[in-house]
């Protein structure tokens, strides 16, 4: 290879480079988890098409003028990868889901998560979260319920789905007769189904949810949680949940 050739070919691998730098460094990479389902997170042969944590990465993508692009992972994986810098981010978390803080960078509350008993409609309604002891109650497996678990101690009785649409899936079946849910993907399903006749009962907990984002990764901080405080004080935010409520 000629001098003059071999520079020509050096100087285009640089070219191609420098572009896929560039193309990184113009998007964000979200999580999504796996054992996540609809409203927030909609998946087709593996790949996130659509749900809350797809419309969010992407407004806050925007709002620093950049693309999202997300990464589906099973929920234990996603602690390890944040910390090792494989992703940007995460929304719809809390430190307590992730095991602490990590050395993440956590953005301000976004929105609630709160936790409810559901039933159907033909099942008797309680008052209190410690007539449930002994019932079988549906679950997902590898979540945790600290109140209901405090308030049953042993008799709390997990009957576990692999994933919160399932869960559901199966109280409305009749499989269990009451289950411990979210309220806004209880309130998507009775949108998306209302013949299931599924109801809140009792609420368990009532916490903020937060993204939190990897410092590994390079991310203009200050700029994201910028981003985010416009989001919530134009409503964008609010008009992305009533899309699922």
Not at 16 to 32: E, H, K, M, R
Not at 54 to 77: C, T, Y
Not at 117 to 124: C, G, S
Request: glycine share 8%; aromatic share 8%; with cysteine.
């Amino acid at each position: 290879m000629t001098r003059p050739l071999r520079q020509a070919v050096l100087l285009a691998l640089g070219l191609v480079a420098a572009a896929t730098v560039s193309a990184a460094d113009a998007q964000l990479l979200f999580i999504a988890p796996a054992n996540h389902t609809l409203p927030f997170v909609g998946l087709q042969d593996g790949v996130l098409q659509r749900g809350l944590l797809k419309d969010l990465g992407e407004a806050i993508a925007a709002r620093l003028g950049r693309s999202a692009r997300f990464v589906v992972m099973p929920a234990r994986r996603v602690s390890a990868a944040l910390q090792r810098g494989e992703a940007d981010g995460l929304c719809y978390t809390t430190p307590q889901w992730l095991g602490g803080e990590l050395g993440l960078h956590w953005s301000r509350p976004l929105f609630d998560y709160t936790g409810v008993v559901a039933r159907r409609r033909d099942v008797p309604a309680l008052e209190r979260l410690e007539q449930l002891a002994g019932e079988p109650l549906g679950t997902v497996a590898g979540y945790y319920y600290p109140e209901v678990e405090r308030a049953l101690g042993a008799g709390f009785a997990r009957d576990d789905a692999p994933d919160m649409s399932l869960n559901l899936a199966k109280l409305a079946a009749g499989r269990t007769r009451y289950a411990l849910t979210e309220q806004l993907t209880l309130s998507y399903a009775q949108r998306e189904q209302p013949g299931q006749g599924l109801l809140p009962m009792l609420q368990t907990t009532h916490y903020p949810t937060y993204c939190v984002f990897s410092p590994r990764r390079g991310l203009p901080l200050k700029a994201v949680d910028a981003a985010l405080e416009r989001l919530v004080a134009d409503g964008s935010l609010e008009r992305l949940l009533a899309r699922y409520r």
